[in-house]
Antibody, heavy 123, light 110 residues
Framework: QLQLQESGPGLVKPSETLSLTCTVS??????????WAWIRQPPEKGLEWIVS???????YYNPSLKSRVIISLDTSKNQFSLKLNSMTAADTAVYYC???????????????WGQGTQVTVSS | QSVLTQPPSVSAAPGQKVTISCSGS????????VSWYQQLPGTAPKLLIY???KRPSGIPDRFSGSKSGTSATLGITGLQTGDEADYYC???????????FGGGTKLTVL
């Protein structure tokens, strides 16, 4: 059973850079058919997709966040990471990592999620 | 403002049936597969439906999905109090080159 676990600071100061890591167990991030994604959820609001990356390096960004986002894979540790710079209070949210998979070979879906990590932006 | 439009809330009595709509456009729902996610209070979202109408193993057949044109629908029959959750639709948007979600629908089982 695939498991994902987010890790990183719970508190970030305004203007600083958020760094989060997602550790994957029970499977490999080196799969050619999967993407690895970050999604966030502000308090009392809905889901917002941030970015997705494949093992081959194909990357797709939320246009509204693209200029501030860096995503990377570390296959030696079976992890992928998110960096989001110039943080503001509007970036306060629960951040989730997830796998984007084609399951039966049709469309992609987010089939495994981490438990989420709360990130608060405050001085 | 979400790209996909869902009703903010729906409600029904235990044992009844409810449907949740998800409306989009030709750049998203109209030409891509839709998935649905259930988010129980205080937990991470969970995949409920993928490829418009397929259920992952372990998801009861009380949950169903359908798609017609630029809209998708999640159906839940035999409602239980444990079904109270937020439900989200999601898909790919070809114009944005990114994944999009609906704003979420809060289901209350009265």
């Amino acid at each position: 059973q695939l498991q994902l676990q987010e890790s990183g600071p719970g508190l970030v100061k305004p203007s600083e850079t958020l760094s989060l890591t997602c550790t994957v167990s029970g499977g490999s991030i080196s799969s050619n058919s999967d993407y690895w994604a970050w999604i966030r959820q502000p308090p009392e609001k809905g889901l917002e997709w941030i970015v997705s990356i494949s093992y081959s390096g194909n990357t797709y960004y939320n246009p509204s966040l693209k200029s501030r986002v860096i995503i990377s894979l570390d296959t030696s540790k079976n992890q992928f990471s998110l960096k989001l710079n110039s943080m503001t209070a509007a970036d306060t949210a629960v951040y989730y990592c997830a796998r984007l998979s084609k399951r039966d070979g049709s469309g992609y879906c987010l089939d495994y999620w981490g438990q989420g990590t709360q990130v608060t932006v405050s001085s | 403002q979400s790209v996909l439009t869902q009703p903010p809330s729906v409600s029904a009595a235990p044992g009844q049936k409810v449907t949740i709509s998800c409306s989009g456009s030709s750049s998203n729902i109209g030409n891509n597969y839709v998935s649905w996610y259930q988010q129980l209070p205080g937990t991470a979202p969970k995949l409920l439906i993928y490829d418009n109408n397929k259920r992952p193993s372990g998801i009861p057949d009380r949950f169903s999905g359908s798609k017609s044109g630029t809209s998708a629908t999640l159906g839940i029959t035999g409602l239980q109090t444990g079904d109270e959750a937020d439900y989200y639709c999601g898909t790919w948007d070809s114009s944005l080159s990114g994944r999009v979600f609906g704003g979420g629908t809060k289901l209350t089982v009265l």
